[in-house]
Nanobody, 126 residues
Framework: QVQVVESGGGLVQAGGSLRLSCTASGLTFDDYAMGWFRQAPGKEREGVSCICWSGDRTYYADSVKGRFTISRDNAKNTLYLQMNNLKPEDTAMYYC???????????????????WGQGTQVTVSS
């Protein structure tokens, strides 16, 4: 049984930092491209940052480029998202997702992903 579990969300002031983690079990982690998505109330789920299976190719949405860093540790089956200089508009539920053996050079559509976590809330106060 595949399990994907996010952690690290919380409440932070604008300009602060958070580090999200996502641990996956029940799958061969390095067979999967991984992504971080977010969804704010009333908005569609959007791809924030994605990373290929080996970790040497990444993608960032324009809204987070230069502030967020995605990484993965395949030995630990863990994906990370370091978020710096957070803004109120970053407030959302953040989800981790896994897609087998595909790298598009960008995040895919949410429907493309095979497994999802339950999400972790990030709230940035102004």
């Amino acid at each position: 049984q595949v399990q994907v579990v996010e952690s690290g969300g919380g409440l932070v002031q604008a300009g602060g930092s958070l580090r999200l983690s996502c641990t996956a079990s029940g799958l061969t982690f390095d067979d999967y491209a991984m992504g971080w998505f977010r969804q704010a109330p009333g908005k569609e789920r959007e791809g924030v940052s994605c990373i290929c299976w080996s970790g040497d190719r990444t993608y960032y949405a324009d809204s987070v480029k230069g502030r967020f860093t995605i990484s993965r540790d395949n030995a630990k089956n863990t994906l990370y998202l370091q978020m710096n200089n957070l803004k109120p508009e970053d407030t959302a539920m953040y989800y981790c997702a896994a897609e087998k053996a595909v790298w598009r050079g960008r995040c895919g559509a949410p429907a493309d992903y095979d497994y999802w976590g339950q999400g972790t809330q990030v709230t940035v106060s102004s």
